[in-house]
């Protein structure tokens, strides 16, 4: 999975990050192709010194609406479940239980288990700091108690609809027992073959004095071709999570692949209905074979509809080749420098801001050389080419941080926030 996971980080993760680098600090006063993107006239775009005004207002937006004290109620629930308890006895006992009923079958050679939720359906309530059972005749796990404040609270997970099972060797595992037999040791090697039960449906929900806090819902749609032996080359799924706290939402709206033929993902980010963040992933062809992909891929980023960055690649067969030839001739300049733009004809990935349909910016792979013992030897990374294709910057020297010196203070108070309130 190397490489689709090489495509999957440069269209997700490195264009995130280069929508902020892009307008970190002025150009740098190099001088590029640009290549065959162009972002549109001068006339139609921000200037650099607007884009960067723009993404700081645009981060500062956006942490503004993330508030620390709209997660205090759930955070006090669980520090006070860990202040409170003395004794967790009963639910270590309940669990070990559990996972011995998922033991379907035990021998010195192999083990299956087959983990499954009505193993562990219970009621729990926590009484003078010790927890304990009170019910097993229900159809799902809860645990009841009452806050520091005086209220009910109760967190309870729930599973319904058709179920799954799935096994696959990465949820396997070994071990090896040094034993006595017939009067000599040896070493026996134990295999242990787990698989899962997938149902339809999981909800998480915590609920005080009859008020949801936080919930997290999970629905998934699975079709195995053979039997219960999962291969996203040959299965089809369906995914969905929405994990809400207050008035936040993070929802994985649709995770979904096809066979190893197309895979898609779209998620969002919202406060009180409004999305935040937004972002959809879609590649086509032939995924089943790592070291030969095939298709196209193409992504989009937006964060408050004033900042879009969108991204793809039209053959990453072709894609990967041209990247893997720049590399074999690291010291031939004339063909590293070919492939390197046959790889960027194939790119496309632009920066736009507030709603504007003309692109601002645009990334590029581009050739960088130094001299060492065997002469001059060229590499490659992206950078940020301005909208006119006339100059280029690394992310490095155009991400500024005097410029954005304020945003990155408060985006680190806000994490130092969030740590203290789970301590």
């Known amino acids: 999975m190397k490489k689709l996971s090489f495509i999957a980080m440069m269209l997700i993760g490195v264009l995130a990050s280069g929508t902020f680098v892009s307008c970190g600090s002025d150009d740098?006063?190099?001088?590029?192709?640009?290549?065959?993107?162009?972002?549109?006239?001068?006339?139609?775009?921000?200037?650099?010194?607007e884009q960067k005004q723009l993404l700081e207002t645009t981060a500062n937006e956006l942490m503004a609406l993330v508030n620390v004290s709209d997660f205090q109620a759930v955070a006090e629930i669980g520090d006070y479940i860990n202040d409170?308890?003395?004794?967790?006895?009963?639910?270590?006992?309940?669990?070990?239980?559990?996972?011995?009923?998922?033991?379907?079958?035990?021998?010195?050679?192999?083990?299956?288990?087959?983990?499954?939720?009505?193993?562990?359906?219970?009621?729990?309530?926590?009484?003078?700091?010790?927890?304990?059972?009170t019910s097993t005749s229900v159809s799902y796990l809860e645990f009841n108690f009452t806050d520091g404040s005086g209220k009910s609270c109760s967190l309870r997970v729930t599973c319904s609809g058709n179920e799954t099972t799935v096994h696959n060797d990465v949820f396997d595992d070994s071990e090896e027992d040094y034993?006595?037999?017939?009067?000599?040791?040896?070493?026996?090697?134990?295999?242990?073959?787990?698989s899962i039960v997938i149902p339809e449906q999981i909800n998480?929900?915590?609920?005080?004095?009859?008020?949801?806090?936080?919930s997290v819902s999970v629905k998934s749609s699975l079709t195995l071709a053979n039997g219960p032996e999962f291969d996203y080359t040959t299965d089809n799924a369906e995914i969905s999570m929405t994990t809400t706290v207050s008035q936040y939402s993070v929802a994985i709206e649709t995770f979904a692949f096809n066979a190893g033929k197309d895979a898609s993902m779209s998620a969002k980010l919202q406060k009180s209905g409004e999305t935040l963040v937004s972002l959809d992933v879609n590649g086509t062809g032939d995924l089943s074979d790592e070291d030969?992909?095939?298709?196209?891929?193409?992504?989009?980023?937006?964060?408050?509809?004033?900042?879009?960055?969108?991204?793809?690649?039209?053959?990453?067969?072709k894609f990967n080749k041209y990247l893997e030839r720049a590399s074999d001739n690291d010291y031939n300049e004339t063909e590293f420098k070919s492939s390197l733009s046959n790889a960027n004809a194939l790119m496309d990935i632009k920066a736009y801001f507030n709603k504007s349909s003309v692109a601002n910016a645009y990334m590029q792979l581009y050739p960088f050389s130094s001299t060492g013992y065997y002469g001059e030897?060229?590499?490659?990374?992206?950078?940020?080419?301005?909208?006119?294709?006339?100059?280029?910057?690394?992310?490095?020297?155009?991400?500024?941080?005097?410029?954005?010196?304020?945003?990155i203070n408060k985006f680190k108070k806000l994490g130092d926030d969030f740590v203290d309130l789970v301590k």
């Open 84 to 133: 409170t308890e003395t004794d967790n006895s009963a639910i270590d006992s309940f669990f070990d239980a559990g996972y011995e009923a998922c033991t379907v079958s035990s021998s010195d050679e192999l083990i299956r288990n087959l983990y499954k939720a009505s193993n562990f359906y219970g009621v729990f309530e926590l009484q003078s700091g010790r927890w304990r059972l």
């Open 292 to 317: 030969n992909l095939t298709g196209s891929v193409t992504s989009n980023f937006n964060i408050m509809n004033k900042v879009r960055l969108s991204g793809s690649l039209t053959s990453i067969e």
């Open 179 to 194: 034993i006595y037999r017939d009067g000599y040791g040896t070493w026996i090697e134990t295999r242990i073959e787990n």
């Open 377 to 407: 030897r060229w590499d490659y990374e992206p950078v940020i080419v301005f909208a006119d294709g006339s100059s280029y910057s690394t992310f490095e020297s155009y991400f500024d941080e005097i410029f954005f010196d304020s945003v």
């Open 28 to 49: 740098d006063g190099s001088s590029g192709s640009g290549g065959d993107n162009q972002g549109g006239s001068s006339t139609d775009t921000l200037t650099t010194m």
């Open 204 to 214: 998480v929900t915590l609920k005080q004095s009859g008020t949801t806090l936080a």
